[in-house]
């Protein structure tokens, strides 16, 4: 029997059967949103205790996101041993963490890696090193069983799915004519000008940006669409739910840079009949996301002994012969303080800005000038596989083009790596459902307040439309909160922080990576601090944050 016909005789089943309502179970996993804003409340009323113990690096990592990751990874490289890094949750990896739900692999967060192109050669090694990506006959391969499997995203639209997201069944002709112009706009800016990822590759030898850049930098892309004449209603859906996917805000609000650069830095905009540039269509991903990776970059520092997790920073003081970070360990309930000559501060904008001590002033304009998006992720447990709709095969990312929760992103199937196709038929699984609130009004306020049932009964709804069988098959929902989960490039973001990249700090000549001399890589930074996260590029993604890291790293080695 094949899998439309299998899923077809299940509907046919199911339709008469009269199932118990589901006690749903759930709550709130992956943030500790009350351990941050708890700390931040004492910071502010001084009633936290004086460092009990003092303990002392060669280098401070603060932060264990994918950029403190990657930071701990090449000090480790270059033989560094004596470091610390200090992770405010009891799981590392920001962003890119995963879970577990009844028992299955699922992302917490970001859930899939673009097969890097040459401009992210640190990311490239990385995978290199995970047995990812190995060089067959004289040409690079990546190991099939991490490529997302076919069928790989497909889009729910008046009644039915169809393959890939962009909206092309019963579009007309003038849709289409958009569709081609905006590829062709599209190739011509990346042939005016280099748009790379990550972002600073682009930058390294270019001050002030190109004039190009510039000009996307200074326009919201809504409007510059409009410029172009670009009004189609397909269209603008489709740009504003990528830039939502990887912003957290929608074409009103990011720049025409940022819009651009979603497909000029990796394979270009596709009008229906295109073909993607070879090898760069690919898409790595796991169970668990993202998590897959962060768990590895790990686990080296969990056997060296120098990953701390459930530490909160709250000081970060930079004098002439060294660096003192005190941390509060929610474990001992205490505050350790650690001395090293140098630091790198992995710790998104608006925290470091407030632990720095006396901070530089591109920290302190960067934390006011950057926006940060909050984000949901509903992991939906289920018990047997849905009931479709006609279309499309089911497949690894789910989208509505009706979403009716704002900012909602549709699914991914985190049982679509299993390697047994069987499974996909009879096997219980995970939905993992995405919701970008950056363009909902009090959305932050929402994700704090508002209970984890409002959450889940909200993404159960809307699902239920393509799946009206999810309330009945729904076991168990945990709801994941970021309040600031990346950086929104609105415009003039990328002109301010390209300056502050730019900024080489005193004393660093040249930079060593596994005992060569390489490129400089900019990286925020003072005398003994070096600053690496996501949102010095503007926007976050593993390519960006892990470049970032990386940099930092050899910042504080030369």
């Known amino acids: 029997m094949q899998r439309r016909q299998f899923l077809a005789t299940a509907a046919t089943a199911l339709a008469g059967c009269h199932e118990a309502p589901r006690t749903l179970q759930g709550g709130f ?52 041993d004596d470091f610390v890094l200090l992770e ?54 990546y190991d099939e069983r991490h490529l997302c499997h076919s069928p790989q995203e497909r889009l729910y639209r008046d009644g039915e799915w169809q393959e890939g997201l962009l909206p092309v069944q ?13 590829s062709a706009l599209v190739q011509a800016l990346g042939k005016a000008a280099r748009f790379t990822m990550p972002v600073l590759k682009s930058l390294e030898a270019k001050r002030p940006l190109p004039p190009t850049h510039q000009a996307l930098d200074a326009l919201v ?10 009004d189609d209603a397909h269209l603008r859906w489709y740009l504003d739910y990528c830039c939502r996917d990887d912003y957290g805000a929608g074409t009103a609000r990011v720049s025409a840079w940022a819009g651009i650069h979603y497909f000029a830095s990796r394979h270009g905009f596709l009008a229906p009949g295109d073909d993607a540039p070879p090898g760069q269509d690919g898409v790595l991903t796991w169970p668990e996301g993202n998590g897959w990776l962060t768990q590895r970059l790990a686990a080296p520092l969990r056997a060296g002994g120098q990953l701390r997790t459930g530490c909160s920073v709250l000081r ?16 001992t309930e205490s505050v350790e303080r650690w001395q090293a000559p140098r630091a790198i501060v992995a710790l998104p904008v608006f925290v470091a800005a407030r632990v720095v001590q006396q901070a530089p002033a591109f920290l302190r304009e960067a934390a006011q000038r950057l926006h940060w998006a909050p984000w949901l992720v509903a992991n939906i447990h289920i018990d047997a596989p849905l009931l479709d709709h006609p279309g499309a095969a ?23 790596q299993r390697l047994d196709p069987r499974a996909a038929l ?99 930074a003072t005398a003994r601090l070096a600053f690496a996260h996501a949102d010095w590029s503007g926007y976050s993604v593993f390519e960006e944050a892990f470049t970032r890291g990386h940099g930092a790293g050899l910042a504080v080695l030369a």
């Open 29 to 80: 996993a992956g943030i500790d949103l009350a351990r941050g804003h708890a700390l931040r409340d004492r910071l502010q009323s001084g009633t936290l205790p004086a460092p009990g113990v003092v303990r002392r690096a060669q280098v401070i990592v603060a932060g264990g996101g994918v950029a403190g990751l990657a930071a701990a990874r090449s000090l480790r490289l270059a033989g560094i």
């Open 88 to 141: 405010l949750e009891d799981q590392p990896g920001g962003n890119s963490r995963g879970g577990m739900v009844e028992g299955l692999a699922c992302p917490l967060g970001a859930h899939y890696l673009p097969v890097p192109g040459n401009d992210a050669r640190e990311v490239q090694d990385l995978l290199e090193e995970l047995g990812l990506r190995q060089r067959v006959a004289g040409r690079w391969q």
């Open 170 to 182: 019963g579009v007309g002709a003038g849709t289409l004519a958009q569709y081609r112009q905006f």
């Open 221 to 230: 892309f809504d409007d510059w669409l409009t410029q172009q004449g670009l």
């Open 316 to 331: 970060i003081s930079e004098g002439r012969h060294g660096v003192e970070v005190d941390a509060y360990n929610h474990t």
């Open 394 to 416: 089911p497949a690894w990312d789910n989208v509505l083009y009706q979403d009716a929760n704002p900012g909602g992103l549709g699914y991914v199937n985190a049982g679509h």
């Open 426 to 524: 009879t096997a219980p699984t995970v939905l993992s459902y995405y919701q970008a609130l950056g363009d909902v009004p009090q959305g932050r306020e929402q994700l704090a307040t508002q209970p984890w049932t409002h959450w889940a009964q909200a993404a159960l709804a809307t699902l239920g439309g393509p799946h009206p069988d999810l309330a009945r098959r729904a076991t168990r929902v945990e709801v994941t909160r970021y309040g600031h989960a990346m950086s929104i490039p609105t415009p003039g973001t990328l002109g301010f922080l390209s300056k502050i990249g730019l900024q080489r700090p005193s004393g660093i000549r040249k930079q060593l990576s596994n005992g060569e001399q390489t490129r400089w890589l900019p990286t925020p």
